[in-house]
């Protein structure tokens, strides 16, 4: 038995909290959304603590690093039926260290993002602390059945957060996130028991890992792919699997749109790249039987190309943002289809900058509606007259999402055709390179829909607008810091990137 404490800190303070988040506070008006916001203020900080000590583990030799390629590894027996068992097995990489740390971001921010929100306050932020535990658990879990556990716990509060705080067709957005992504996850759930029974009857994912790559059929191993990929896809999601994803966006609560776009879908990313990439065995990629990488391109390539045109029609801001969150999460199709350590490090970074860029421009979405009382752009107007602050944050998020270099999109989108260029299927001359071609060209639809929004929603002068005053500071506070970070991971992105290559190459070496 390997057990420390370090990553469940991270799992059941929340877990803990909001339960008694919900009892302590029902007759104690504004408890709630403190000790909410405290919580997520003390993850925040410890997984910063966490980040430095595992970026500093050459120098403290093998204290953190506690063996089957995870650091901060906690595994102990927990259901022991037969010959099944199922571990409580925790640990981080490369991989799921950053999407910690962005977790925990994005919760802080959208807490106090929240703070407008007084209807069933109690119930509300207790749910938004178990929708953190469950997404937490999903980073960090290394046992089959408990990422499968954390995967749908997640479904839950975020069904409730759309259901009771959304917009006029909340039910309904809320009831179609849940069937999808809890349909999809099923096919998943089938997926994980061809894996356990190819592996010889492990859920641990490091000895399935190794199981997978000496015994199993790759045949086999295939076909539990897209199951799996049914799940993750439909999280993320990818055309043909989207619809539910801007109706949940336009009917949610700006704070949960927040967190679904900048960490829900990355589960999905996280699941393709975790149980896709880097448990199954290379041969389900490149076996000439395998179509899997073309598979993934062309979902990737159409995702962004086929929202970038869609984005363009819409009338309202969120709207149009959800769908070209669908087009950024191609990216991350098309950087793991591109089988380069450069393609992965793309897909990784794309899901970090994206998770500070999407939840911004959903937040300032909210910020409008709330002090303008519309998302219409065909209504809104020179809002740079009337909420500068506001309009400053939201035409650098814009650029940012637009891939201005300088700021964090540009440098996962510049990895992610690197990748493509480099690889061996979509590279220059190769028979698929009109792919890369197409995902190049669905960039400059994406600037033009952004320039379009800002042109008419910025500037120009206002007409019947009637807004008293910008952004309260629990609105604009949240956005500052989303800010800090998409300028920061654009300026120093190796920070990020030392990390995400240590895990990249043990898959890709070159």
Same mark, same amino acid.
């Given at each position: ?61 093998? !204290? ?95 069904? @409730? ?9 909340? !039910? ?52 539990? @792919? ?8 439909? !999280? ?11 109706? +949940? ?55 962004? +190309? ?65 002090? +303008? ?34 700021? +964090?999109?540009?440098?996962?989108? @510049? ?6 260029? !480099? ?68 300026? @120093? ?18």
């Amino acid at each position: 038995m390997v057990f420390y404490w370090y990553l469940s800190i991270l799992l059941w303070l929340p877990l803990i909290a909001s339960p008694l988040t919900y009892m302590l506070s029902k007759n104690k008006v504004g408890w709630a959304k403190w000790s909410a916001t405290i919580i997520t203020f003390v993850e925040m900080i410890y997984s910063f603590v966490l980040w430095m000590l595992y970026t500093s583990k050459d120098r403290f030799g093998d !204290k953190y690093v506690t063996g089957d390629g995870f650091v901060f590894l906690e595994k102990t027996d927990w259901i022991v039926v037969g010959k099944i068992k199922i571990y409580y097995a925790l640990g981080v990489d490369g991989l799921s260290l950053p999407l910690i740390a962005l977790t925990t971001v994005v919760f802080f921010a959208s807490m106090i993002s929240s703070f407008y929100i007084k209807e069933r306050e109690p119930l509300y932020y207790s749910l938004m602390l178990l929708l953190e535990a469950g997404v937490m658990g999903t980073f960090i879990a290394l046992d089959l059945f408990l990422f499968y556990i954390a995967w749908e716990v997640v479904l839950v509060p975020m069904f @409730f957060i759309i259901a009771y705080w959304g917009g006029p067709r909340r !039910k309904y957005s809320a009831f179609k996130f849940f069937i999808y992504t809890h349909l999809a996850s099923l096919f998943m759930l089938i997926g994980i028991f061809i894996l356990y029974n190819e592996g010889g009857g492990t859920f641990y994912m490091p000895q399935l890992k190794t199981s997978l790559s000496t015994y199993a059929d790759v045949g086999r191993l295939i076909f539990a @792919f897209y199951l799996l990929a049914i799940g993750f896809i439909t !999280k993320f999601p990818q055309v043909p699997v989207h619809t539910w994803l801007p109706d +949940a966006h336009v009917e949610a609560p700006s704070p949960g749109s927040s967190v679904l776009a900048g960490l829900l879908l990355k589960m999905g990313g996280y699941g393709l790249i975790r149980l896709g990439v880097w448990l199954l065995p290379s041969s389900v990629f490149t076996d000439p039987s395998s179509h899997v990488r073309l598979v993934l391109a062309l979902l990737g390539m159409i995702s962004m +190309a086929y929202t970038a045109f869609v984005a363009l029609s819409q009338k309202d801001m969120k709207r149009l943002i959800a769908y070209s969150s669908i087009g950024h999460m191609g990216v991350v199709s098309l950087g793991v289809a591109s089988y380069t350590s450069e393609g992965i490090n793309a897909a990784i970074f794309m899901m970090i900058a994206h998770g500070v860029i999407s939840p911004a421009l959903f937040l300032i979405s909210g910020v409008i509606q709330h002090n +303008a009382g519309t998302r219409d752009m065909t209504v809104l107007k020179g809002l740079g007259n009337k909420m500068p602050i506001t309009s400053t944050l939201m035409v650098f998020s814009g650029f940012a999402s637009a891939g201005l270099p300088g700021l +964090a999109g540009f440098v996962a989108e @510049f990895l992610m055709f690197a990748g493509l260029f !480099k690889s061996d299927m979509f590279g220059y001359g190769d028979t698929y390179f009109w792919i890369t071609v197409v995902a190049l060209l669905s960039i400059i639809v994406v600037a033009g829909y952004y320039l379009w929004m800002l042109q008419r929603v910025v500037f120009g002068q206002p007409e019947g607008l009637e807004v008293e005053h910008d952004g309260h500071w629990y609105e604009l506070m949240p956005l500052w810091l989303l800010a800090f970070f998409i300028l920061f991971l654009g300026w @120093f992105p190796f920070v990020v990137l030392k990390v995400t290559d240590e895990f990249a190459r043990t898959i890709i070496p070159i």
